[in-house]
């Protein structure tokens, strides 16, 4: 139920409908994984029933102090992670335009240098001892967001003979319903590896694209300190639930 | 011209990657101490009602070679079907069941366990009931947006019989790929992105 002290009346409609031209397709043989990964036969189409009009709820007390401040989430005591120190924030709403509160947001990327801490990851750029790599928020009333980190590097990965990662942050975001449920990835503006990029590419409207670019944002700079990006993300909208026909059955 | 509806569109999505376990599970991949626990890692306690359950879930590629960089989230009713969710509007759920779990596959085997109970039955828009059923959300590395479906039990042949979305599996061949086959107290499901025995997955 609602979370305490929130006098919203939660939403029941069901979201409209994904457009499945806007994501990049399941194929997309530029990026060779996908070629053995990706489902051939059609998916099966229906309106939202209880069990994606529903989601999980995730309180603010999950969240620690430093949980947002990757530059000393894993650093030692009077440390932090070396690299362009960066703010990223933004907010988090709906194909409505209606920020989103309360939606847990969780991130991840590679260090200054392009090294993720993952056993997995086995490119010679050298860890940084004083950087983990992940984060987690939780939005606000409006929907908005914010946490510090450092600017991650570019990374060769093994697709092409000389295929680079532009620099990124990877997202995980929950809204209201599971049907919301988004993973994606943040670029950042006036990167030319982004349009070379065959992750990138698999996207096929140029605006698409675009809707992943943060923008510097020097408003909302610390000087001395720290640049600013700012990131939104749009989660799927839902219908109002003013003409919907008996919706739970009752 | 008429008006534009001028909405925004939902952010495009991208793979999650062969690290999302850094993001989502990174105690599970050696980072230790930023996080107390992995989110989603335990499901039930003590007070939790309902018959438990494990789930042994594996995601196989076009050549069946099981994917080991997966990382799949399960959502379901507690056990008199009710979710933990402010759109529930049909009662309070078990405050011990949350009802939403995260599990990495193992990065040797490829295989992915749950701990978690039996979901009871959830209407569908009409009020029919629905078979007992989990929804999955599955990412990884090759996966650009993330795949919906369902794992329904092999112990459940009348109400899957009546179950609305199976129904509406045109090929009734491929209703057995979201059917887990009981052995013991766990589940057993495959999951096929593609070829043959391909998975249904959703758009919903």
């Known amino acids: ?250 | 011209m008429a008006q534009s509806p001028d909405r925004p569109k939902e952010s495009p999505s991208q793979t999650a990657g062969p690290y999302v376990h850094i993001g989502l599970t990174p105690n599970f991949c050696g980072i230790d101490g930023v996080y107390a626990s992995d989110l989603g890692a335990t499901m039930v306690n003590d007070r939790t009602k309902g018959e438990r359950i494990g789930l042994r879930i594996r995601v196989l590629d076009g050549t069946g070679a099981p994917l080991k960089d997966a990382l799949i989230e399960i959502w379901q009713a507690d056990a008199d079907g009710l979710y933990n969710s402010p759109s529930e509007m049909r009662g309070a759920a078990d405050p011990n069941f949350h009802g939403w779990g995260r599990s990495p596959t193992d990065m040797e085997t490829g295989l992915c366990s749950f701990e978690t109970i039996k979901p009871g039955r959830v209407p569908f828009r009409d009020g029919r009931l629905m078979a007992p059923h989990i929804t999955l959300w599955i990412v990884a590395r090759g996966i650009n947006l993330g795949l919906h479906t369902r794992l329904y039990f092999s112990d459940e042949e009348e109400a899957n019989a009546q179950d609305p979305i199976l129904a509406r599996i045109e090929h009734r061949v491929r209703v057995s790929t979201l059917i887990a086959e009981r052995q013991g107290d766990a589940y057993v499901f495959d999951i096929h992105l593609q070829g043959e025995k391909e998975t249904v997955f959703f758009d919903s």
């Open chain 1, 1 to 250: 139920m609602s979370e305490p002290g929130s006098n919203r009346t939660p939403e029941t409609g069901a979201f409209f409908q994904r457009d499945r031209q806007w994501h990049p397709p399941a194929l997309t043989p530029g990026y060779k994984s996908s070629v053995l990964r990706s489902p051939q036969k059609a998916l099966l189409s229906f309106d939202n029933t209880l069990s994606e009009l529903t989601g999980p709820v995730f309180g603010h007390a999950m969240i620690g102090e430093r949980d947002n401040d990757l530059i000393h989430n894993f650093a030692m005591p009077g440390e932090s992670a070396i690299g362009e120190r960066i703010i990223v924030h933004g907010r988090v709403l709906d194909e409505r335009g209606i920020g989103v509160p309360g939606a847990l947001l969780e991130f991840w990327q590679a260090n200054a240098g392009g090294r993720y801490r993952h056993k997995k990851d086995g490119y010679l750029a050298p860890l940084d001892p004083n950087f983990g790599g992940c984060g987690r928020t939780i939005t606000g009333e409006d929907g908005s967001y914010a946490f510090r980190t450092v600017r991650p590097g570019p990374y060769p990965w093994p697709n092409g003979p000389n295929d680079w990662r532009p620099a990124h942050i990877h997202f995980s975001v929950f809204g209201h319903g599971f049907a919301q449920r988004l993973i994606t990835q943040m670029y950042f503006e006036g990167d030319p590896l982004i349009w070379r990029c065959p992750i990138v590419g698999g996207i096929r409207d140029k605006a698409a694209v675009e809707a992943l670019i943060a923008a510097l944002d020097m408003q909302s700079t610390i000087p001395m300190d720290a640049l600013a990006y700012k990131f939104d993300i749009v989660l799927r909208g839902r219908r109002s639930t003013l003409f919907e026909n008996r919706p739970e059955g009752n």
